[in-house]
T-cell receptor, first 115, second 109 residues
Framework: DAKTTQPPSMDCAEGRAANLPCNHS???????VYWYRQIHSQGPQYIIH???NNETNEMASLIITEDRKSSTLILPHATLRDTAVYYC????????????????FGKGTKLSVKP | NAGVTQTPKFQVLKTGQSMTLQCAQD?????MYWYRQDPGMGLRLIYY???????DKGEVPNGYNVSRLNKREFSLRLESAAPSQTSVYFC????????FGSGTRLTVV
């Protein structure tokens, strides 16, 4: 399984863009980059995922480098409610059967959005 | 609302007591999971069930048993609770993406 490296913590000013980096230098060709977040010990929440193209949804944008060895999650206008631990996870498509689709969590990045 | 429901939300046990954590999902997902999360740590997989009638060990299965009662329900049992099992337990289900429950906060004294 490809492993990911994230900074343990980051700060961001409210209203500014939050850019969360993730390194995954051993990613395989069929592995996606998933981002989840966990707000104050609630269950993790899906944010976005991508294979090689940049992706955008109502919550965030995901920028994946051309060599796919790193990615950045962008929250365009961070609010206090975005304070959470953000997990970058590299896995095969989650609709795979058996253990291949199991999410494996690291320690993530604790993002603190400050007023 | 569709989702994953866990019960109870909080529980305190004495060492050696047993209990079952309940989890139910109404999204018709095949796969279900039990994770635990200790302070300052990410989630670790205890057991999972890829489909009704099957269960498999995850990263930290010792001290736990599971039952996939039907497609909706996946329970986690602690036969003889130990202080090391003090944790927050999350159940999840998936089809194309994961949906997590709100967690059960368990303290073993």
């Amino acid at each position: 399984d490809a492993k990911t490296t994230q900074p343990p913590s980051m700060d961001c000013a409210e209203g500014r863009a939050a850019n969360l980096p993730c390194n995954h230098s051993t990613i395989s060709g069929n592995e996606y980059v998933y981002w989840y977040r966990q707000i104050h010990s609630q269950g993790p929440q899906y944010i976005i995922h991508g294979l090689k193209n940049n992706e955008t949804n109502e919550m965030a944008s995901l920028i994946i480098t051309e060599d796919r060895k790193s990615s950045t999650l962008i929250l365009p206008h961070a609010t206090l409610r975005d304070t959470a631990v953000y997990y970058c996870i590299v896995r095969v498509a989650l609709n795979y059967g058996g253990s291949q689709g199991n999410l494996i969590f690291g320690k993530g990045t604790k993002l603190s959005v400050k007023p | 609302n569709a989702g994953v429901t866990q019960t109870p939300k909080f529980q305190v046990l004495k060492t050696g007591q047993s209990m079952t954590l309940q989890c139910a999902q109404d999204m018709n997902h095949n796969s279900m999971y039990w994770y635990r999360q200790d302070p300052g740590m990410g989630l670790r997989l205890i057991y999972y069930s890829a489909s009704e009638g099957t269960t498999d060990k995850g990263e930290v299965p010792n001290g736990y048993n599971v039952s996939r009662l039907n497609k909706r329900e996946f329970s986690l049992r602690l036969e003889s609770a130990a202080p090391s099992q003090t944790s927050v337990y999350f159940c999840a289900s998936r089809r194309y993406g994961y949906t997590f429950g709100s967690g059960t906060r368990l303290t073993v004294v």
